[in-house]
């Protein structure tokens, strides 16, 4: 059967979208690769060198390095995609993860600088000096890295291959079995140092992606913003329902809420991710670490704004059908609005400006799983090697003033990056098998289950030890384990894994809760079990003068790393 002329042109233009991708691809793989060998030259097998890149880099740079870190594919394709196909209630998503900023940055940067060395448990640890601590604060942080990861590496084989023109699971196999040992690579060889550069590579080319693609959208239109919204309102089939907020999140008191849960989830789970926590020991000073945010916060906002005009743009120049139709959850509404852009699928405009979306898309990708996995061995060897390790030999509380004292011997220190770089290459063997098992699945429920665990385990836990003088170990253990054990179970007996077609399980039935996010339910309970842990506990007395040290550590950053 001989093909029509518009078809054969198609398939071109489909043909040299993947050579060009192919081409990006293998340029960003061959930067990336070439900073991680330069990187691994420069470490010299310190902790502080691995973990926190020696603390060197610039607050301009991190600030950077945050934003590449922050700003994933979820970010720039999903969110555009649920603009698209929602209007207003897609816009939420990009307020809600800007907003978490401000809390970042009055109550947690400046803080956890001066208090931690290098995660999350030695904030906590600071003043509890337990290992029971410690081992509760690296778990919860493994499992939201681990939640986290295999999002993107799902995400990873879905729209990579997509964006490839191979939907089959061979392809999104091979995709998700090349980036996890890329991942791998980079923390291994390059350590901080290289994921912090890889990450800053990855955010200037993700702005720059984004503002192209925003500025041919207001040329579009010839800058008349009110036309914009108007066009997308008229195309979407909604009319001015579109632009109006109930269009996705308003129909009952189940989606109301369970609104309410994801927006709760999302505003206070980053102040939680263990891998934005880390980026504040990469600078010298607490004073460097609050900049850092201040920049991070300018080029997050920055981002978030275009995503909203591409969001629009992509349902006022495409249609919201024709959005859904190319893929239901709207992850491909940028690709197919670069190509539009472009020129359209036969011009060699449109071919470029695809192909660019397509390599930002994997670069977005590969910094982020890099960065995660990074975070992921931290806690394994610092947190769970260094507690474990030190049984019975430091006692209940060790002499020294600070709790990582026994870390700073040159010999333990190598052993710990010895252990890091093995558990690397465990996390990333585990991610990568998760995500294989996931891949046909819809795991979008994942990024928002991972910000619910951080914020549910990981702030709470924070926040009291970082304000609350009377705050014990018992409280501490128990407000881990009272937010992460709930928000795995409530998310266990959720529709997302039974009890609608779209589940995990489609024909089984074992739902009892009501709402896909469980933030609403977990969040107060973290909260709580802390409170009810420090109440109950006869060490509270004591708790208020080991407070005091923490309390000078973290508003003068005297005696800080």
Known sequence: MTSSPAALAATTATDDHQILALV????????????TAWAGRRRHGSAEEFYAGGRLFSPMENGFAIAGDYMSAASFLGISGLIALFGYDGLLYSVGFLVAWLLVLFLVAELVRNCGRYTLAD???SRMRRRPVRIAAGASSITVSVLYLVAQMVGAGSLVALLLGGTGHTARTWTVIGVGALMVFYVICGGMRATTW???IKAVLLMGGALTLTLLVLLRFHGDLGALLTTAAQRSGHGADFLAPGLKYGGTWTARLDFLSLGLALVLGTAGLPHILSRFYTVPTARAARRSVVWSIALIGSFYLMTIALGFGAAAVLGTDAVRAANPA??????????????????????????VVAAVAFATILAVVAGITLASSASVAHDLY????????????????????ALSEPATGFREVAVARIAAALVGAVAIALALLAQDLNVAFLVGLAF?????????????????????????????YGGLLPALALVALSPVVSGSPTAIFPGLDFQLFPLE?????????????????????????DAAARHAETEVRALTGAGAA
């Open 24 to 35: 990006l691809f293998s340029a960003f793989i061959a930067v990336t690769l070439a900073v």
């Open 452 to 480: 619910a665990v951080a914020a549910s385990a990981n702030l709470p836990v924070l926040l009291y030890a970082l304000f609350w003088g009377r705050f014990t170990t018992r409280g501490a253990v128990w407000s881990v």
């Open 386 to 405: 260094g507690a474990l390790r030190r049984r019975g030999r430091t006692g209940r509380r060790p002499a020294s003033p600070r709790p990582d004292a």
């Open 123 to 125: 904030v906590v640890a």
């Open 517 to 541: 996010n469980p933030g609403i339910v977990s969040i107060p309970l973290g909260f709580l079990f802390g409170w009810l842990g420090t109440v109950t506990s006869s060490a509270a007395p």
């Open 330 to 355: 709207g992850n491909t509404a940028v690709p197919l609005l670069a190509l539009d852009l472009g020129g359209g699928p036969e011009s060699t405009g449109g071919t470029i400006l695809f192909a």
């Open 198 to 200: 890889i990450q800053i």
